[in-house]
């Protein structure tokens, strides 16, 4: 168990630019999750995959925002023409099923995105 | 309205003594209820949780919750403090909105000091 991997750990952008982040699951594990957590606040939750599918987005998740799993495995979530509101902690983490909706959450140590 | 509440956004507790983090939560269906943890620069890790049956469950580094449905509540406990569980910590729900049921609502997270 290598844990769940994201990169990069930081990255600062220029508002109006796009960035790009990458997440590596648990190699075993079937669902990932993209999480954002601004300071004082607790992780809210962007997005789910089951495989290579996409099964759930929250309302927070906005145009601007697409994520992928296109093979199962690693995930990317981009942000285009960035705006000062995005800058946040960006979590990833990734389950097993079967175990249904009780199954842990292993999450990474995360993307710190500032926006300029 | 679904949602998770932690009262005190810090406890300060002597080490050696019990310690108690607080958690309300109001959602629909039956919940399922986690802890997680957050060290500095590190992810959450997953504590414990409370998915049915025996109302006190016992989690990872001695950490206990007790799940009260008349007040609804999930407290973490702990009976004897050490300096080492200094950390964030973040009750969290399961969404009962999420199609999948997958997504977790998080509290606002209480900050646990421990002093030798």
């Known amino acids: 168990d290598t844990g769940v991997s994201q990169n990069p750990r930081h990255k600062i952008t220029k508002r109006g630019q796009n960035v790009t982040f990458r997440c590596d699951p648990i190699?075993?594990?079937?669902?990932l999750y993209w999480y954002r957590q601004t300071l004082g606040q607790g992780p809210e939750f962007l997005t789910y995959?089951?495989?290579?599918?996409?099964?759930?987005k929250s309302r927070l998740l906005s145009d601007r925002f697409s994520a992928e799993r296109p093979k199962g495995s690693f995930s990317t979530l981009e942000i285009q023409r960035t705006e000062q509101g995005d800058s946040a902690m960006y979590l990833c983490?990734?389950?097993?099923?079967?175990?249904?909706?009780?199954?842990?959450?292993?999450f990474g140590n995360g993307t710190r995105l500032t926006v300029t | 309205a679904q949602s998770v509440a932690q009262p005190e956004d810090q406890v300060n507790v002597a080490e050696g003594n019990p310690l108690t983090v607080k958690c309300t939560y109001s959602?629909?269906?039956?919940?399922?209820l986690f802890w997680y943890v957050q060290y500095p620069n590190r992810g959450l890790q997953f504590l414990l949780k409370?998915?049915?049956?025996?109302?006190l469950v016992k989690g990872s580094y001695g950490f206990e919750a007790e799940f009260n449905k008349s007040q609804t509540s999930f407290h973490l406990k702990k009976p004897s403090a050490l300096v080492s569980d200094s950390a964030l910590y973040f009750c969290?729900?399961?969404?009962?909105?999420?199609?999948?049921?997958?997504?977790?609502?998080f509290g606002k997270g209480t900050t646990l000091s421990v002093s030798s």
């Open positions: 409370y998915i049915t049956g025996d109302n």
């Open positions: 959602v629909s269906g039956n919940p399922y």
């Open positions: 969290a729900v399961r969404d009962g909105r999420s199609q999948a049921g997958t997504a977790l609502i």
């Open positions: 983490a990734s389950s097993l099923v079967p175990g249904g909706s009780g199954s842990p959450l292993h």
């Open positions: 190699s075993e594990h079937n669902r």
């Open positions: 995959f089951q495989n290579e599918a996409q099964l759930e």
